[in-house]
């Protein structure tokens, strides 16, 4: 299916991995402005089986971690997409992925996090949702 093609709007599966020992978020660059932070995330395909399993491989491809989705946070309706989050239980970190050579990552505290995600609106609130956001 062609872009013109493509459902509006647009089923975004986001992963928020989390290092639960240290209470660390990993973040990557995003593609189009390599110098903006933002959280693995991309489009539900046809050959997801649920988008938990689409978080997944976001992650998986877009950071180059694995582990067990651990809880959902939100969903956010917007014009263009809706988003889908879910937290991950980071448990293996691979050397080497499909997109490193196009992305850093970095692993940051809650705070920093916060600051880089400030040009995203949407992932900015979805990570206020996580659990490693101050109780209020």
Excluded: N
Excluded at 35 to 47: A, C, N, V
Aim: positive net charge.
């Amino acid at each position: 299916m062609g872009k013109k093609d493509a459902v509006r709007p647009r089923i975004v599966c986001c992963a928020i991995p989390i290092l639960r020992a240290s209470a660390k978020v990993l973040l990557i660059t995003s593609r189009k402005r390599s110098d903006q932070w933002i959280l693995p995330k991309g489009g539900y395909e046809t050959h997801d089986v649920s988008l938990e399993a689409a978080a997944c491989r976001e992650a998986l491809e877009e950071a180059g971690v694995r582990g067990p989705i651990s809880c959902y946070v939100t969903t956010i309706k917007g014009l263009t997409a809706t988003y889908h989050v879910y937290e991950l239980d980071v448990t293996t970190l691979e050397p080497t992925w499909l997109e490193a050579a196009e992305r850093s990552r970095e692993w940051v505290d809650y705070a920093e996090a916060v600051r880089r995600l400030q040009w995203k609106p949407e992932l900015l609130q979805a990570l206020s949702m996580s659990s490693l956001a101050p109780r209020r």
